[in-house]
T-cell receptor
Framework: AQSVTQLGSHVSVSEGALVLLRCNYS??????LFWYVQYPNQGLQLLLK??????LVKGINGFEAEFKKSETSFHLTKPSAHMSDAAEYFC????????????FGSGTRLQVQP | DGGITQSPKYLFRKEGQNVTLSCEQN?????MYWYRQDPGQGLRLIYY???????QKGDIAEGYSVSREKKESFPLTVTSAQKNPTAFYLC?????????????FGPGTRLTVT
């Protein structure tokens, strides 16, 4: 069965510093991968998705993620953190069952210090 | 604007009462999903429906029920049999003809049962 592991439930960076949020997945079939962002008491908003067209995926708000098949990873990065990036981030992998659903990681809360 | 509406945003109930959470979408999506979110656990799938008049149990369906009488609507009932109903509930939908597995989320309903 597919699964997602997000290393680090909390990550804290200074404003202007590099953001790196880690995601490792397991899947028995080529996966579809997603990063979603959630602001407090809100729904999830899609940041980016892996389409297999390119291993480096660019998303909204300056985020990008790199798909590394050999490492089964899909880490999320942003060169320079902004205060408005403070939120919870979820990595998700496609289900390989008939559900056409997503399996989510447990989330990483990003804190940005001034 | 197209989107997903969940109401109410906050809901309070006494233990032993059933409660129904509303989810409406005007995206013309066939598939709809209900997730439960608890701190540090990511999102867990409760029920999903890929077509009107059909729905399937997810990973944590016990104590919940759904209906799908209209394409636009997928209400979730939290019954008194659900042992720990206090949580944040998210509804999502998916376009069967769009990017595989990509889901769109509503703003969520926070249910508190005392």
């Amino acid at each position: 069965a597919q699964s997602v592991t997000q290393l680090g439930s909390h990550v804290s960076v200074s404003e202007g510093a590099l953001v790196l949020l880690r995601c490792n997945y397991s899947s028995s079939v080529p996966p579809y991968l997603f990063w979603y962002v959630q602001y407090p008491n809100q729904g999830l908003q899609l940041l980016l998705k892996y389409t297999s067209a390119a291993t480096l995926v660019k998303g909204i708000n300056g985020f990008e993620a790199e798909f590394k098949k050999s490492e089964t990873s899909f880490h999320l990065t942003k060169p320079s953190a902004h205060m408005s990036d403070a939120a919870e981030y979820f990595c998700a992998v496609s289900s390989d069952t008939g559900r056409r659903a997503l399996t989510f990681g447990s989330g990483t809360r990003l804190q940005v210090q001034p | 604007d197209g989107g997903i509406t969940q109401s109410p945003k906050y809901l309070f109930r006494k233990e032993g009462q059933n409660v129904t959470l509303s989810c409406e979408q005007n995206l013309n999506h066939d598939a709809m999903y209900w997730y439960r979110q608890d701190p540090g656990q990511g999102l867990r799938l409760i029920y999903y429906s890929q077509i009107v008049n059909d729905f399937q149990k997810g990973d944590i369906a016990e104590g919940y029920s759904v209906s799908r009488e209209k394409k636009e609507s997928f209400p979730l009932t939290v019954t008194s049999a659900q042992k720990n109903p206090t949580a944040f509930y998210l509804c999502a939908s998916r376009d069967q003809t769009g990017f595989p597995y990509e889901q769109y989320f509503g703003p969520g309903t926070r249910l508190t049962v005392t």
